[in-house]
């Protein structure tokens, strides 16, 4: 046990896996370069059972980074024995509190560390969620909460563009409030280990303005409307690029916006299509004029949210570390005579 112990506490050992992992990362590094979409996918993923799934099917890509997760896991090991080891003998021979500094240093690594390994096996990571302003959308794997999105408010200037950027949301539990906050660009909201990131911006259409008989009417997509006659219509499904096959049915060249039609249906199943690329188009349905006067545009963001349950840890463990190395800096040996004599 002596032998075994003597081994990971030596200093030898944090030398040569030093060495290993910058060569193991440095050809991690031309992997990664020459497979640039497997790992934009993997920036996405969960490492482990990423690394469980699609990498031990794809080990010429993936081993780097299983011989990286072996090399750190020894590396950890080290650092955890050779910290036990240094506190033993502080404590032991009674040494003055600053060489507790060094170990500081390491416990706070260990801790970032673990925060790592636990978000590497738990939680999920999931890009793209577009919702628009006063919308809510479901929290992936959290059938109880919601997240709404309520405003965005932007700081830009002549010189440097984009300042600053908030992102106004609420989370709700059971259909309550019960959390309200801003999502920054580098400033996620995080919430019981759920991240969300704000991702992108913009403004998009909602639903139309159509005139029928001088009334204007504001419908969303997929809603219906009774006109002051009594008349009503629902708007029905887009066609991204109208055309008729030789039936005289409608259907979709390909799958940009680039000729877009609204479907309209009346109470009584008829159909007609209005095109949506210009204002003032128009269609005849059940003897009214239909005219399409403008677009209402709400606001929108996409989010990406991620949980991870190990985002405290890692927190905790960074601001440890950080004073760790300030304590080693500034109050220790040569440099703590140097503040002493600056203070005096």
Known sequence: MKTIWRFFASTELTIILT????????WGSLISMKNPAVFQALDQAILFPWLFSIGKTNLNISLWIFILVFL???????????????LYSIFKDKRPWQSLFPQIVHIGF??????????????????????FQGQTIQIPSQERLLLRFDDIEMKTSRRAGLEDLKTKVALLEDGKEILKDNIQIN?????????????????APTGLILRIGGEDFKIGFGEGFKTKDGAIFKLGKIIPDFALDE???PYSRT????NP?????????????LQLSMRGSSVKLEGRHIELS??????????NINKDPGIWFIIIGSVILVIGMLLLLFLRGERAELVRRIEN
């Open 19 to 26: 060495i290993l992992i910058c060569i193991d990362a440095a």
């Open 72 to 86: 750190t896991a020894i590396f950890a090991i080290n650092t955890a024995v050779c910290t036990l080891d240094k």
């Open 110 to 131: 260990l801790i970032a560390l673990l925060g790592h390994l636990i978000g590497s096996i738990y939680g999920f990571r999931s890009p793209g969620h577009f919702v």
């Open 187 to 203: 400033g996620p909201l995080i919430y019981k280990g759920i991240a969300f990131y704000h991702a992108d911006q913009g403004e």
């Open 247 to 249: 039936k005289g049915n």
């Open 255 to 258: 799958n940009g916006y680039r």
């Open 261 to 273: 039609y609204q479907e309209i249906i009346s109470a009584s199943g008829k159909m007609a299509w």
């Open 294 to 303: 403008g677009y209402i545009n709400a606001p929108y963001v996409v989010l």
